[in-house]
């Protein structure tokens, strides 16, 4: 089944732990991005990834990390948490720069 | 910079009716736009996906139309069901180069049997 997988779904964590999400597409994509989504603000992107050993800047980068050493892996760091980067996080893949775009189920993190 | 709204911010009919959900943005430079289903505390379902050289695209009981020039997307809802109780987002590819794809805040349908 095509999809796109994160891990963990849920998370509590202190500040200054550091802490990765996982992101695993077995699609083939090119493409990958991770948003966050909070209430009132809607979807922003964090960081996205043309290619392997590509990527760039989104929307609200800062506090967050990401690699892209495989094609079908996209984490994302989190260096030294804060309470204000608690949110759902939603990592995404597609085929070409404006291809259909697929998302994972989302990863609900607090940071206390 | 490209901005995406969708009014109304939420929407209840009751089961059977015909409904259409709006989206507008602001820069009619873009690549397509896609329409997506995000169920409570759930991921992102893609629903349709429209190319800027389409007008409309159509999946079961969901119609998409695109005006480009106006700036201007509906997904038009045959038959509601309960089931069809979501929020419902808009999305636009945008920016050469960056290809981002920009999101609007989404309408909240509540279906009532």
């Known amino acids: 089944e095509a999809q796109v997988t994160q891990n963990p779904r849920y998370l509590i964590t202190v500040t200054g732990k550091k802490l990765t999400v996982t992101c695993s597409q077995n699609?083939?994509?090119?493409?990958m991005s991770w948003y966050r989504q909070d209430p009132g603000l809607g979807l922003r992107q964090i960081y996205y990834?043309?290619?392997?050993?590509?990527?760039d800047k989104g929307d609200v980068p800062e506090g967050y990390k990401v690699s892209r050493k495989e094609k079908r892996n996209f984490p994302l760091i989190l260096e030294s948490p804060s309470p204000n980067q608690t949110s759902l996080y939603f990592c995404?893949?597609?085929?070409?720069?404006?291809?259909?775009?697929?998302f994972g189920p989302g990863t609900r993190l607090t940071v206390t | 910079k490209q901005e995406v709204t969708q009014i109304p911010a939420a929407l209840s009919v009751p089961e059977g009716e015909n409904l259409v959900l709006n989206c507008s943005f602001t820069d009619s430079a873009i690549y397509n736009l896609q329409w997506f289903r995000q169920d409570p505390g759930k991921g992102l379902t893609s629903l349709l996906l429209?190319?800027?050289?389409?007008r409309e695209q159509t999946s079961g009981r969901l119609n998409a139309s695109l005006d480009k020039s106006s700036g201007r997307s509906t997904l038009y809802i045959a038959a509601s069901q309960p089931g069809d109780s979501a929020t419902y987002l808009c999305a636009v590819y945008s920016g050469a180069g960056s290809y981002q794809l920009t999101f609007g805040k989404g309408t909240k349908l509540s279906v009532i049997p």
């Open positions: 699609m083939n994509h090119e493409y």
């Open positions: 995404a893949s597609r085929t070409g720069a404006v291809g259909e775009q697929y």
């Open positions: 990834s043309m290619n392997v050993e590509v990527t």
């Open positions: 429209i190319q800027s050289s389409q």
